[in-house]
Structures are given as structure tokens and as C-alpha cells.
């Protein structure tokens, strides 16, 4: 019995003297947002519907090509893959009123998202890749575990591992998902995680 309790001593110990996110780039690329309104960044395969007000003939419904652009009318191909609506609003607006219309009003609406997802590989019940879900706000490191049937027996939930492609870099993170940061972590469309083993 009193090495039981020495065991979860040590637990309890080791759980809080890990760092709860320690975050390092890669020096080596490797190939590879929760969902909201206007703060939603465009992604290809994105369905987008664009209109300019007071300019019926202009409107077009398309999916985002895979290099991030669509094609608009007078203006040609103009990349909005990454930017937020807004940012996307405006970045045609700026091409449409350098030549062709005066202070132009530009909407967009994704009519339809492109899959999104994420991989977990380690040692949890079921490896694999899975939809984020668009219902949640806020899509976190332990419900994203727990969708792929939640760690295993040597599941070491003090030591995560999540890669994340970020400004054309890879950044890796070490995360202890005992601390209050790990639970809060956020899950990005096409991160992929690793449950790493337990060494003892």
C-alpha cells in the first residue's frame, strides 16, 4: 500500500513540474483556426459566394483553387486563401477600385467549408484522422484525444506532442495535458498529434 501511494506521489509530482506548452520550430519543413464568422481564415476547397453592391453582374459563386485563389470578374484571378473574410472583402475591393469602380462594397460568405481535420497517431484507442467539428467554438487538445477513444494505459498525457504547419514553418509543441494550459489548447485544421508512451 505504501508503494501505491509513493507512485501517485510521484504522479502528482512529475504532473506539476511539467511545463504545460513548450513550443520549438522544427529546423527541418515537413510538408503538410477554429471555425468563426469574420475571424474565419479562407482555406481552398473553401465555397465562397462574392458579391459587389449595386453590381448584380459581378456576383460569383466558387471554391477557393488549390494555390488559394478564385477568379473574379475584371480584376482576374486575386489569392484570398489565409485571409479572413475581411481581410478578403478588402483585398478585392483595393484591385476593383484601381481601375474599375469607385469605392466599391465587396461581401463574401462561405457557402460551404472544406474539410477540416486533424491526425492523432500514439497511443491512443483509435489512430487516425478526424473532422473538426464546425458546431464547436472551440475545439481542445482533450476532446480532440478524447474522439480518437482516448489514450491508452501507457498514454503519457504529460508528454503530447502536436506539429503544426504556421507561416510556411513547421512548430512543434510539447504539451502536458495534466496542466490547466494543456486542457485549454486548441486544435488548428491540420495539426497532427502524437501520444507519446509512458517511460516508466
Known amino acids: ?9 510521484c504522479c502528482c509530482l512529475l504532473a506539476s513540474c511539467a511545463a504545460p506548452v513548450v513550443e520549438k520550430v522544427l529546423p527541418t519543413p515537413a510538408t503538410g483556426s477554429v471555425v468563426g464568422s469574420k475571424n474565419y481564415e479562407l482555406a481552398p476547397n473553401d465555397t465562397v459566394s462574392v458579391t459587389v453592391f449595386q453590381e448584380p453582374d459581378m456576383a460569383t ?8 485563389s478564385i477568379s473574379f470578374p ?4 486575386v489569392v484570398i486563401g489565409g485571409m479572413t473574410l475581411g481581410a478578403a472583402e478588402q483585398a478585392i475591393s483595393k484591385r476593383l477600385a484601381e481601375k474599375y469602380l469607385v469605392n466599391p462594397q465587396v461581401s463574401i460568405a462561405v ?3 472544406a474539410p477540416q481535420s486533424y491526425t492523432i497517431l500514439g497511443q491512443v484507442g ?5 473532422p473538426i467539428p464546425y458546431e464547436e467554438d472551440a475545439f ?6 478524447a474522439r480518437a477513444g482516448g489514450n491508452t494505459r501507457i498514454g503519457n498525457l504529460r508528454n503530447i506532442r502536436v506539429n503544426r504547419r504556421q507561416d510556411g514553418r513547421t512548430i512543434q509543441y510539447t504539451i502536458n495535458m495534466l496542466s490547466v494550459q494543456g ?3 486548441l486544435i488548428q485544421r491540420g495539426d497532427l ?8
Open 183 to 185: 486542457q485549454q489548447f
Open 74 to 77: 475584371l480584376i482576374g484571378r
Open 126 to 130: 483509435a489512430p487516425g484522422a478526424y
Open 193 to 200: 498529434i502524437t501520444v507519446q508512451e509512458t517511460l516508466f
Open 140 to 145: 481542445t487538445l482533450p476532446m480532440a484525444i
Open 61 to 68: 459563386a466558387q471554391q477557393i483553387a488549390r494555390d488559394g
Open 1 to 9: 500500500m505504501s508503494r501505491y501511494f509513493l507512485y501517485c506521489a
Open 111 to 113: 457557402t460551404q467549408y
